[in-house]
């Protein structure tokens, strides 16, 4: 049963948070001059008056869902098991993503009162990657719940 399709989809979830985990999520520019950035576990503002904690919230949220998403593909025996972990891990990635604009819009915020005008927000295409994420978590709850209405069925023809 490892060889199902929802294995694949809960590998491309893991593989996704960990290149989401260590980079840049998200660049604050004044014209093309790049002010400040920041990735799951750093905010850094070069060259200007503040101070801000890091954004470790983030990186503890993806580090959970690539153990969720590891955990539940071993546990392909007992559907109803990973089912509950990789609907808990589309949870947690829900999160990740209201959690990630907070961010922004807090350090976007400190920048300007911080007398830095005019910054703008820019995020790469791997900031995508979390809803990404969703959707192949979605796939695999549907898939994990096909199978189980597939074993089902075959117990009720014994």
């Known amino acids: 049963m490892i060889q199902r399709i929802q294995t694949v989809y809960l590998a491309i979830v893991a593989i996704f948070s960990v290149s989401v985990l260590f980079a840049k999520i998200g660049t604050y520019l004044v014209g093309a001059n790049t002010v400040a950035w920041f ?16 954004p470790w919230a983030l990186g503890v949220i993806l580090i959970l869902v690539f153990i969720l998403n ?34 922004a819009w807090l350090y976007q915020g400190k920048l300007e009162a911080a007398g830095v005008e005019d910054v703008s927000y820019h995020f790469p295409f791997i900031a995508l990657l979390p809803i990404l994420s969703i959707i192949f978590n979605i796939l695999a709850i549907h898939g994990i719940r096909k199978d ?6 075959l117990d009720r023809i014994r």
């Open 39 to 54: 990735n799951n576990f750093v905010f850094n503002a070069e060259g200007t008056s503040v101070e801000s904690a890091g």
């Open 70 to 103: 590891v955990v539940s593909i071993m546990l392909f025996n007992f559907r109803m098991r990973q089912l509950r972990l990789t609907i808990f891990s589309t949870i947690l990635l829900v999160g990740y993503v209201a959690t990630y604009a907070f961010f």
């Open 148 to 153: 189980e209405a597939l074993v089902r069925s």
